[in-house]
Structure formats: structure tokens, C-alpha cells
């Protein structure tokens, strides 16, 4: 089978190297990629927003599933444009995907299902926004209602910036993501993040994950895409895990059947593991980046297999998504200036030593220049390793990242830090 894949970033690498390995992949390309994603694919240049471009492309190439990676095509709708023509398409169409386009939706379908989140109050103009601060105890959190690239979140721990957080977004600091926004009651606990697969009737778990957003060590700084991860996430317990299944993600796919609206993809639950149990955080229609770089490490089974079968509205036919025993961590090398504007061109080397022990890098923003590699965006390689613990996983991550000579670039030191100081009172 041929597969087109689309998207550019860390993420998109680890679904090309996995999908790569799959029984029944004939050829597959990717729209746009990068250097490291062409180790593995044709690229060809298509732009998502033109459907009728990708229709044909699709046609041309007989294509029989396209893996749609980043959010923006999916909450555009390109997945409906696909599946109107008959193609397969591993992702939800515009309405489902709101789940994640509109933070609102998600938090007015979780208050008609029952399902467990912060309380919170949307709002439409400052004014009511502002208005509607009295109503929250401090700190409270204040969010984009849009997509704003994983950035669109401020946790206020005073009035004046709550107020200043309000002000900006409806200033158009986020753009049209913030037209509207949800004030939400702040909730107290540690973060985890669930992956689950499902083609609207059927749901499996696709395993757990933690990132850290912060882009300073000790989280502190901006909130960020997200500068590493590992899985599984220890402090999601079976136990908690099970809930949240049962208490958040399946609630949620048969709400959003029962409102015709189908949901098929995979079903990113942001976590907060609060003294009363797991409360859905948001909503992501997609796999996370950079969490899916360290599941797709993790993952023992046949990619496309599994993509296809979801796609074909026919996962209950499939085999149960399977992990390796051991723990996955990946720390992202970034440009120097973000989460702001990046510096763009640094060079990049040494990649082949990071790899030598077993690591594998994954590029996030890359490009070929005339030297040779060269960063071309703000979260630049996802330098990823595998251990018997976190403080394993975390050690091996860390000597690969050493090798890599990219004097622009930056990372966190403490990926895991959490985790490692958890395993340290067993030890």
C-alpha cells in the first residue's frame, strides 16, 4: 500500500520510521517532511490547504491512506475532503476535530456527558472575560479558545495578570485563536498525558506519556510545544489509567457518536491527576509532539496495520496496541531565542555518534543548507533513548545530546526530573 503522510516536525519523523517498518507499506511519501523524515520517504511538495491538490495527488499515486500529522489540516477539514472521494484517512474530520480547534466545545461537551474537568466559564468579549474573573479563586487559568500552537495557556497567579493575560489575548496575541477564551478553575495535581486509538465505536489505549512545557530547567519560563517527554507516565496507575477511560475517553467517543459527529483518530487526554481522580485538562485530535516520539519508540506493533484498520472503521478486528517493557525519553534541542523567534541556519552535527549507542534523533526542524544540516525552526531534534527506568532512559538521552554538536541550540538538562527523584526512594 502506498501512504502519504503529512506534516514536517519531530513527530511526523517518528510516524515515518515507524510506518517505514510496516509489512504492507509499498511506497510512502511525505508532504512537506524534513531531512530526517527523507531517510525514510519520497518527499513532494503539497500544500494541505488545497484539497482538490492532494484529491489528485492521492489519485496519481494510489494512495490508500493518508496520515494527517499536525492539527491545523485536520481542524480545517481535510479529512472529510479526503474521505468524500473514497480515500482512507487516518484522522477526524472538521467537526470532531474540534475537540481540539475549540477549547469551549470540548469543556461544554464534558459538562452535558458528566465528564469530570475544571468548572469554567467562556467568553466572547473582554469585558466579559474580565467580569467573569470574580467568579474564580486564584490562581485561575486563562486560555485561547483556538489553536495557538500548544502556547495559548496562562496559569495567573494574581489579578493584574490574570487581567493582562485577558487583555493580550483579545489584543490578538495568539490571533484568531483567542477571539474568545475559556477562564477555568486552576486544578492541583501532577499532569499526565492518555493516548487512545479509536474509530468511533471502538477504543484502545495507545499507552501514557509526560512532557514538560516549561523551556527552563525546574519548569520554569514560557510554556513551549513542549521540550521533552518520556512514557510511560508512572504516576498514571492502572488504576488511574482505568478511570480515565472509563470516566473521560469513552464517555467522550460515544458522545460524540451519539451527536453525529463521529470521532476516528487518535484521542490525545491532557490529565490532572487531582485528589478526586483524573479531570480531562484538553483535548488533542492528534498525536502529541513530543510525546509521540517516545510512544513510537515504545510501540511494538504494525503501524499502518493499525492506522488502516481504524481508517476502515474496523479496529475492533486489529491487534491491541503492544509496548516494550521499557521506559522511552526525548529531549528536544531547540534554537537559540525560543519560544520566541528562533535563530534560524545554526549548524548541526554529530548526529551519527548520537546514534551510535542505540538513541535515535528524530528531526523537528531541519533543513538542508549549503554546509550541510542546519536548524530551521524553534524545536529543532527530539534526541530520543530507552532504559529500564527513567533515570536510565534519562542518562542514555543525555549522552546522545552530548555528541550533537549544534552551538545555536539549547536544551532542558531534567527531562524526567519528577520520575528520577520518585525512583530515587527506592533505591
Known amino acids: 500500500m502506498n501512504v502519504l503522510l503529512l506534516g514536517s516536525g519531530g513527530r511526523e519523523h517518528a510516524l515515518a520510521w515507524k510506518l ?78 474540534q475537540l481540539e480547534g475549540s477549547k469551549g466545545y470540548t469543556k461544554d461537551l464534558c459538562q452535558r456527558a458528566g465528564i469530570p474537568t475544571a468548572a469554567y466559564v467562556r467568553a466572547t468579549s473582554q469585558s466579559d ?21 500548544g502556547k495559548g495557556v496562562v496559569i495567573a497567579e494574581n489579578r493584574t495578570e490574570a487581567e493582562a493575560a485577558v487583555t493580550d489575548m483579545f489584543a490578538g496575541s495568539f490571533g484568531l485563536a483567542g477571539a474568545e477564551v475559556v477562564i477555568e478553575e486552576f486544578l492541583t495535581g501532577e499532569e499526565a498525558s492518555l493516548f487512545a486509538i479509536t474509530d468511533g465505536k471502538t477504543v484502545r ?37 482505568a478511570r480515565a477511560m472509563a470516566e473521560i475517553v469513552e464517555p467522550t467517543v460515544r458522545a460524540m457518536a451519539a451527536a453525529g459527529t463521529p470521532y476516528s483518530g487518535v484521542l490525545y487526554a491532557g490529565l490532572m491527576l487531582t485528589d478526586a481522580g483524573p479531570k480531562l485538562i484538553e483535548y488533542n485530535a492528534r498525536f502529541g509532539d513530543p510525546e509521540c516520539q517516545v510512544l513510537m519508540t515504545r510501540f511494538t506493533g504494525d503501524l499502518l496495520a493499525l492506522l488502516l484498520a481504524t481508517a476502515e472503521g474496523c ?7 503492544a509496548f516494550i517493557d521499557q521506559v522511552a525519553l526525548t529531549v528536544v534541542m531547540a534554537a537559540r531565542g525560543y519560544p520566541g523567534p528562533a535563530a534560524k541556519g545554526g549548524h548541526i552535527a554529530g548526529i551519527e555518534a548520537a546514534e551510535a549507542d542505540g ?7 531541519t533543513a538542508v543548507g549549503a554546509g550541510g544540516l542546519v536548524a530551521n525552526g524553534g524545536r529543532v531534534l527530539n534526541v530520543t533513548a530507552t532504559g529500564a527506568t527513567v533515570s536510565e532512559a534519562k542518562a542514555a538521552a543525555y549522552a546522545a545530546v552530548d555528541r550533537i554538536d549544534f552551538p545555536s541550540g539549547f536544551c532542558r538538562r531534567d527531562i524526567g526530573w519528577r520520575e528520577v527523584e520518585r525512583e530515587k526512594q527506592f533505591d
Open 129 to 149: 472575560a474580565l467580569a467573569a474573573l470574580d467568579d474564580f479563586a486564584l490562581p485561575v487559568v486563562i486560555k485561547a479558545d483556538g489553536l495557538a500552537a
Open 20 to 97: 517505514a517498518q510496516s509489512a504492507g507499506l509499498d511506497k510512502l511519501f511525505a508532504a512537506p517532511g524534513n531531512p530526517g523524515i527523507a531517510q525514510h520517504a519520497n518527499l513532494v511538495a503539497l500544500d494541505p490547504a488545497n484539497h482538490p491538490s492532494l484529491v489528485a495527488f492521492c489519485r496519481d499515486n494510489a494512495i490508500g491512506l493518508v496520515v494527517i500529522g499536525p492539527e491545523g489540516p485536520l481542524v480545517d477539514g481535510l479529512a472529510d475532503s479526503l474521505r468524500a472521494e473514497g480515500i482512507a484517512v487516518f484522522g477526524p474530520g472538521k467537526a470532531a476535530a
Open 359 to 365: 538513541a535515535k534523533v528524530f528531526h523537528a526542524g
Open 315 to 321: 479496529l475492533d478486528e486489529a491487534e491491541a496496541p
Open 205 to 241: 489505549l495507545f499507552g501514557s506519556a509526560q512532557d514538560h512545557k516549561r523551556v527552563g530547567d525546574g519548569d520554569v519560563g514560557p510554556n513551549t510545544g513542549g521540550m521533552g517527554a518520556y512514557s510511560p507516565a508512572p504516576v498514571l496507575r492502572p488504576e488511574l489509567e
